[in-house]
Structure formats: structure tokens, C-alpha cells
């Protein structure tokens, strides 16, 4: 029997979480001048087995407000995620600000999760958010999401 996982969603925060980082915790740039997408070790193991679940990604990249890269490399970057995960991802946010522009999607805001639950019709309070950083336990507790987990946890790194 398939197991119906109804809408309980993961949401999963990107750098840090799911890929690896350069030394400033940003998404690393490669020679070509794209940003470049590592797994992380157990991401793959951990996600596959849930995939019947809804799988987003609500990542903050205030390095396109700051000209590092644009919106569209990091739309491609999380394309080719989801293609090294066999097309796993429902879906995804990007918050392109930084906190000058006060918007409402920025984490530790809700937002882009409030946003996602809404068009998706999740189930909050059963879903799960994973991160590596406070601001992501926060932003989860603001949209209402209801278990926050470390990542190393998440996906056994201790
Ligand atoms: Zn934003």
C-alpha cells in the first residue's frame, strides 16, 4: 500500500541544509561564474525515501540584492538541485532582498513559507522545517510550521 502523505510538507532551507556553502555562507561561485550546487552528505538518503511528501526549498539570497549573482542564477542553481535529486522538489521560494527593503518574505519572516502553504494547501502544523541556522527555526515558528529540526540532525551529521 502507497503510503498518502496527504499535505504535510518539508520545507528545507538551501546553504548550509541541502548544499554546501563558501567561507562567507553564501552559495559558491564556480570558474565559469555560476553558482554552483554541492550535495550535502545524506541529503539524497534522507529526502528520497520521503519524496511522497511536498519538498520545498525557502532560501534567502540577499547576494543578488548586492549584485554577487543575479535571481536567475540562483533559479538555475536550484533547477539543477532538483535535478540531482530526480526532480524531488515541489517547489521553491527565493527572498532576493536584504534588510533595507523590509520585505515580507526574508527570513526570519514566514513569508515565502506562508506563501507556498497557501498555493500548495499544506498542512502547517504537521509539516517540518529543516535549517542550520536560528533564522530558520524562527521563520518557521512565523509561518506556522509546526517541528523545527537542525540539519545535522535532519540528516544524521553528528
Ligand atoms: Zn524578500
Not at 542553481?77 to 527565493?94: K, P
Not at 509539516?127 to 541556522?133: F, H, L, W
Request: net charge negative; aromatic share 6%; charged share 25%.
Amino acid at each position: 500500500m502507497v503510503h498518502d502523505a496527504g499535505n504535510i510538507a518539508l520545507f528545507c532551507d538551501l546553504a548550509g541544509t541541502l548544499v554546501a556553502m563558501d567561507e562567507t555562507r553564501q552559495l559558491p561561485i564556480d570558474a565559469r561564474g555560476n553558482v554552483k550546487i554541492t550535495l550535502l552528505p545524506n541529503v539524497r538518503e534522507t529526502l528520497m525515501p520521503i519524496r511522497d511528501h511536498l519538498i520545498f526549498v525557502v532560501t534567502n539570497q540577499a547576494g543578488v540584492k548586492r549584485g554577487r549573482f543575479s535571481l536567475a542564477q540562483v533559479e538555475a542553481a536550484i533547477s539543477e538541485l532538483d535535478r540531482q535529486l530526480d526532480g524531488i522538489l515541489t517547489g521553491w521560494m527565493v527572498c532576493p532582498h536584504d534588510d533595507a527593503d523590509r520585505c515580507e518574505c526574508r527570513k526570519p519572516k514566514g513569508g515565502m513559507i506562508a506563501e507556498l502553504a497557501a498555493i500548495h494547501g499544506v498542512d502547517l502544523a504537521g509539516s517540518t522545517m529543516v535549517g542550520d541556522q536560528e533564522i530558520d527555526a524562527r521563520a518557521a515558528a512565523a509561518g506556522g510550521v509546526g517541528r523545527f529540526v537542525h540539519a545535522a540532525e535532519f540528516f544524521g551529521w553528528k
